[in-house]
């Protein structure tokens, strides 16, 4: 009896994460040859990143040849699709890098990712640049969002970028660089008061975190964490993995999700609804299009 027992719990602890084999995983029309990621739902809207274009629907770069990104919403429809778009209305105008945001329940706050204002160090490059900060944003109706202010923990000497909310809202995950990250960036946290205070930084942990790259990381409803990773053992360059947080079981290990959410290529930046069932991922596989696509899947 123990080792029927014992073959039982393997089974589950190996095989609890796979998703449905009923999955289906479909690429959006609103993709083009340039980026298009970190879709994320809110209410009745879908918000996303995309590139910051000129009026002849070009790319527009910084002077250290990075991408520039906006956010753009969309109202939410029943089978994924992503139509009539428009960029979010903000009090700050001008050429604002704003990307892979996370919202609050009633989506009244948004924490995105940015650009400090001032120059901090990039200690893999041994240059002086503009390192990646999270900000929150507050939505006032009449106005947009506003109220931009600058989480207290990023310094402008390291890289924090990525934020996702717990679905209780007290608790704000997010990838950095700093001391002690085991890989080129990890996976932390933070606790949330209020949206206004926020506590000490910890890190999950070296049985999420490798000596690779951590990134994008997302909690569902049910409270697993959804990250996306390089590390050893993937099926292609970036893979999407699910920890969960509620586990008691001190063996757990991040686990692949199975094709179609992976591939060969990256997959990356994943969203579940509140049902489990349907979502999106931003993906470079084959017969995409040619930068960073948006994919819908169901009855995951």
């Known amino acids: 009896m123990k080792t029927k027992f014992t073959l039982l719990l393997t089974f589950i602890m190996t095989y609890g994460f796979t998703q449905s084999e009923d999955v289906t995983v479909k690429n959006l029309k609103l993709n083009t040859q340039l980026d298009h990621f970190a879709a994320r739902v809110v209410g009745e809207k879908v918000f996303f990143s995309h590139n910051l274009k000129t009026k002849r629907g070009r790319p527009i770069k910084d002077k250290y040849d990075g991408f520039i990104y906006v956010m753009y919403e969309a109202p939410l429809r029943d089978d994924g699709a992503i139509e009539n778009e428009t960029p979010v209305v903000k009090t700050e105008l001008g050429r604002f890098n704003m990307s892979s945001a996370t919202f609050s329940k009633d989506g009244k706050y948004m924490y995105f990712t940015t650009n400090h204002q001032g120059k901090g160090t990039n200690k893999l490059k041994g240059i002086e640049t503009y390192n990646l900060q999270i900000q929150r944003a507050e939505y006032v109706e009449g106005q947009g969002w506003t109220n931009f202010e600058t989480l207290a923990f990023c310094k402008p000497d390291n890289n924090f970028a990525h934020p996702a909310l717990s679905p209780d809202g007290s608790t704000l995950y997010f990838i950095s660089d700093i001391k002690g990250t085991k890989g080129k960036s990890d996976l932390y946290k933070v606790s949330v008061t209020d949206h206004k205070t926020y506590g000490e930084i910890t890190s999950l942990g070296e049985t999420i975190n490798s000596s690779r790259t951590e990134i994008f990381p997302f909690i569902s409803a ?25 586990s008691q079981d001190a063996e757990q290990v991040p686990t692949s999700l199975n094709e179609p959410i992976n591939s060969r290529g990256d997959d990356f930046s994943f969203f579940l609804n509140e049902e489990l069932t349907s979502g999106y991922l931003s993906s470079r596989r084959s017969r995409g299009e040619g930068g960073d696509d948006l994919y819908y899947f169901e009855k995951f």
């Open 222 to 246: 049910d409270n697993k964490l959804y990250f996306t990773s390089n590390r050893r053992g993937g099926k292609g360059g970036l893979d999407i993995y699910v920890y969960d947080l509620n």
